[in-house]
């Protein structure tokens, strides 16, 4: 009988060493299917045969062990291997590698399926799909480039002609500096140049109509006109001047006033030279001091701060309306006073109007900065202070709806300054866009699907969702890279990619089988001296079975 047992044990061992072989074999032939993860095969003793039962020690004797003859081996499991592989780059967006526990979420004819293998492509509808079977992988579709919450799946499907509209700009930011070393608008010196005929020729008769454009602190014009009389000769001149508005109309009560001018044998000027005169906050100064009394005509011209010119500081950006259509935003700065810029908006006549938003027509105002750091200490618009930044509504002569804009200056360092760096002021960004058409696509390591537009705008599109299980190797495989819930595999738990998942996704790559070659080689040699050991145990008990029965011969 125990031959038979011994038969019957080397039989099982032929058997499992087979099937041995067939997972070896299905694993080398598998070596290069993309996301494929190897199995292997453990072993068990079966029952065993009781040759004699052990004992209790006793107070005379010790106990005595079981002798136990094993009735061979049987499969203990088939495991797969679910180690990470090695990722292959492909350049390809659609193919996508998983690095984590995670599987791809893949739906066939109402059933859904789980794999590793992430060779995607869009069909003709625009569904994402593993090409070998038409399965549509499963995810989160975008609503308004915002992904919902929860874990909802349904088709990742991407209209790939669709197109957004044009979104109109609200804000503009801005940032850069303006040079504390500008020469300002505001006049600081008037200075009265040339000679005065000292027998008195060429003493005007009358104020002048026209003079000089000066401007106060605020960046306000206003004209000065001067002017020389003269009695006696030799001549006794008196210097004339009167500040009237722009337009020529009387400042208030007006500003006017009279200086005599005394000269000395050379023709010196001495006494008074220098005069000061005040309009509302702002004051000026009248530098006489170049004038001349000789026989010489009489011509006198008026130079404003010693001949400094302003250079305001000019940036634009391109801003756009609701539908889609571009307009130039252009704001002027000038240097108005220490530490005080005037800001004015402009665009051209065109493309519509602008002004101030709430109903006021201001489009310009005035920014101060701090002395200490050259950051912004405060804004006015239309010589009304603003709390944070102004705001200017834009009426597009398009036929677009009218758009309120921001003109946000920044704050501390991060916006304009004034220091003693070179001006240049810069349009950080801009909220707006055209309307475009999709050109491009990526997918990110969160499974997110980013559509890039023909305006360079970029929008989420979709998601790619991945679900993890309790038991990985409970799974059943379908084949086509694919598996199934089994009983022992538990609940799919589909989560985005990332951390709550601990899997993220890497595009443009595909996982390789996890497979390795020298290890399977190994394990076939096992498998074959097992096979062949087994062998032998049957060839053995077959010859001592001919033996027993050629005891009667």
Same mark, same amino acid.
């Given at each position: 009988?125990?031959?038979?047992?011994?038969?019957?044990?080397?039989?099982?061992? !032929?058997? $499992?060493? /087979? #099937?041995?072989? &067939?997972?070896?074999?299905?694993?080398?032939?598998?070596?290069?299917?993309?996301?494929?993860?190897?199995?292997?095969?453990?072993?068990?003793?079966?029952?065993?045969?009781?040759?004699?039962?052990?004992?209790?020690?006793?107070?005379?004797?010790?106990?005595?062990?079981?002798?136990?003859?094993?009735?061979?081996?049987?499969?203990?499991?088939?495991?797969?291997?679910?180690? /990470?592989?090695?990722?292959?780059?492909?350049?390809?967006?659609?193919?996508?590698?998983?690095?984590?526990?995670?599987?791809?979420?893949?739906?066939? $004819?109402?059933?859904?399926?789980?794999?590793?293998?992430?060779?995607?492509?869009?069909?003709?509808?625009?569904? +994402?799909?593993?090409? /070998?079977?038409?399965?549509?992988?499963?995810?989160?579709?975008?609503?308004?480039?915002?992904?919902?919450?929860?874990?909802?799946?349904?088709?990742?499907?991407?209209?790939?002609?669709?197109?957004?509209?044009?979104?109109?700009?609200? &804000?503009?930011?801005?940032?850069?500096?303006?040079?504390?070393?500008?020469?300002?608008?505001?006049?600081?010196? =008037?200075?009265?140049?040339?000679?005065?005929?000292?027998?008195?020729?060429?003493?005007?008769?009358?104020?002048?109509?026209?003079?000089?454009?000066?401007?106060?602190?605020?960046?306000?014009?206003?004209?000065?006109?001067?002017?020389?009389?003269?009695?006696? #000769?030799?001549?006794?001149?008196?210097?004339?001047?009167?500040?009237?508005? #722009?337009?020529?109309?009387? =400042?208030? %009560?007006?500003?006017?006033?009279? /200086?005599?001018?005394?000269?000395?044998?050379?023709?010196?000027?001495?006494?008074?030279?220098?005069?000061?005169?005040?309009?509302?906050?702002?004051?000026?100064?009248?530098?006489?001091?170049?004038?001349?009394?000789?026989?010489?005509?009489?011509? =006198?011209? #008026?130079? +404003?701060?010693?001949?400094?010119?302003?250079?305001?500081?000019?940036?634009?950006?391109?801003?756009?309306?609701?539908?889609?259509?571009?307009? @130039?935003?252009?704001?002027?700065?000038?240097?108005?006073?220490?530490?005080?810029?005037?800001?004015?908006?402009?665009?051209?006549?065109?493309?519509?109007?602008?002004?101030?938003?709430?109903?006021?027509?201001?489009?310009?105002?005035?920014?101060?900065?701090?002395?200490?750091?050259?950051?912004?200490?405060?804004?006015?618009?239309?010589?009304?202070?603003?709390?944070?930044?102004?705001?200017?509504?834009?009426?597009?002569?398009?036929?677009?709806?009218?758009?309120?804009?921001?003109?946000?200056?920044?704050?501390?360092?991060?916006?304009?300054?004034?220091?003693?760096?070179?001006?240049?002021?810069?349009?950080?960004?801009?909220?707006?866009?055209?309307?475009?058409?999709?050109?491009?696509?990526?997918?990110?390591?969160?499974?997110?699907?980013?559509?890039?537009?023909? $305006?360079?705008?970029?929008?989420?599109?979709?998601?790619?969702?991945?679900?993890?299980?309790?038991? !990985?190797?409970?799974?059943?495989?379908?084949?086509?890279?694919?598996?199934?819930?089994?009983?022992?595999?538990?609940?799919?738990?589909?989560?985005?990619?990332?951390?709550?998942?601990?899997?993220?996704?890497?595009?443009? %790559?595909?996982?390789?089988?996890?497979?390795?070659?020298?290890?399977?080689? @190994?394990?076939?040699?096992?498998?074959?001296?097992?096979?062949?050991?087994?062998?032998?145990?049957?060839?053995?008990?077959? @010859?001592?079975?001919?033996?027993?029965?050629?005891?009667?011969?």
């Amino acid at each position: 009988m125990s031959l038979l047992n011994s038969l019957f044990s080397g039989v099982s061992g !032929l058997r $499992n060493h /087979q #099937s041995m072989m &067939d997972v070896i074999g299905n694993n080398i032939s598998n070596v290069n299917t993309i996301g494929y993860k190897g199995s292997r095969v453990t072993f068990s003793d079966t029952f065993s045969q009781f040759v004699k039962a052990g004992t209790n020690p006793t107070a005379t004797s010790g106990g005595t062990n079981s002798f136990q003859i094993g009735l061979g081996a049987k499969l203990n499991s088939i495991d797969k291997n679910w180690n /990470q592989g090695t990722f292959e780059r492909t350049g390809i967006v659609t193919d996508l590698a998983l690095q984590g526990p995670g599987l791809f979420i893949l739906k066939s $004819n109402g059933t859904d399926y789980y794999s590793r293998a992430g060779s995607f492509t869009f069909d003709a509808n625009g569904n +994402l799909v593993n090409p /070998q079977n038409g399965a549509i992988v499963q995810g989160k579709l975008a609503n308004g480039g915002q992904i919902p919450s929860g874990t909802t799946i349904t088709d990742i499907k991407i209209d790939t002609s669709q197109r957004i509209p044009a979104v109109k700009t609200t &804000d503009t930011r801005w940032g850069g500096n303006l040079s504390s070393s500008s020469p300002t608008l505001k006049t600081d010196i =008037v200075q009265e140049i040339g000679n005065l005929n000292s027998t008195g020729t060429g003493a005007a008769t009358a104020e002048p109509t026209t003079g000089k454009t000066i401007y106060d602190s605020n960046g306000t014009a206003y004209q000065l006109r001067t002017w020389y009389t003269s009695t006696g #000769s030799p001549a006794s001149w008196t210097m004339n001047y009167h500040v009237v508005n #722009s337009d020529g109309s009387e =400042v208030g %009560a007006g500003i006017n006033g009279t /200086q005599a001018l005394t000269f000395d044998a050379s023709g010196k000027l001495t006494g008074v030279t220098s005069l000061p005169v005040t309009i509302g906050a702002s004051q000026f100064s009248l530098d006489l001091s170049a004038l001349t009394s000789t026989g010489n005509a009489t011509s =006198v011209d #008026s130079k +404003l701060d010693r001949g400094e010119e302003t250079a305001p500081v000019n940036s634009a950006v391109t801003i756009f309306d609701s539908l889609g259509n571009t307009h @130039t935003l252009t704001i002027t700065y000038t240097h108005l006073d220490t530490n005080t810029w005037k800001w004015d908006v402009s665009l051209p006549a065109t493309s519509g109007t602008f002004t101030g938003a709430g109903g006021t027509s201001a489009t310009s105002g005035v920014v101060t900065f701090n002395g200490s750091d050259g950051t912004i200490k405060s804004i006015t618009q239309g010589g009304n202070p603003v709390t944070d930044f102004p705001k200017i509504t834009f009426t597009p002569s398009s036929g677009a709806e009218v758009q309120d804009i921001d003109l946000n200056f920044g704050a501390d360092t991060s916006g304009i300054t004034q220091t003693n760096l070179p001006s240049q002021v810069t349009s950080l960004s801009q909220n707006g866009a055209a309307s475009a058409s999709l050109t491009n696509m990526n997918i990110d390591q969160y499974g997110k699907v980013v559509g890039i537009f023909s $305006n360079g705008t970029s929008r989420t599109l979709a998601q790619v969702m991945v679900a993890t299980f309790a038991n !990985l190797n409970g799974l059943t495989s379908i084949g086509d890279n694919m598996y199934t819930i089994a009983s022992n595999s538990g609940d799919p738990r589909i989560s985005e990619p990332g951390e709550n998942s601990a899997t993220t996704i890497q595009s443009g %790559a595909l996982e390789q089988s996890n497979v390795d070659l020298s290890e399977e080689f @190994t394990r076939m040699i096992v498998s074959q001296r097992g096979f062949q050991a087994n062998a032998r145990v049957i060839t053995t008990s077959d @010859t001592l079975l001919q033996e027993i029965t050629n005891l009667v011969r």
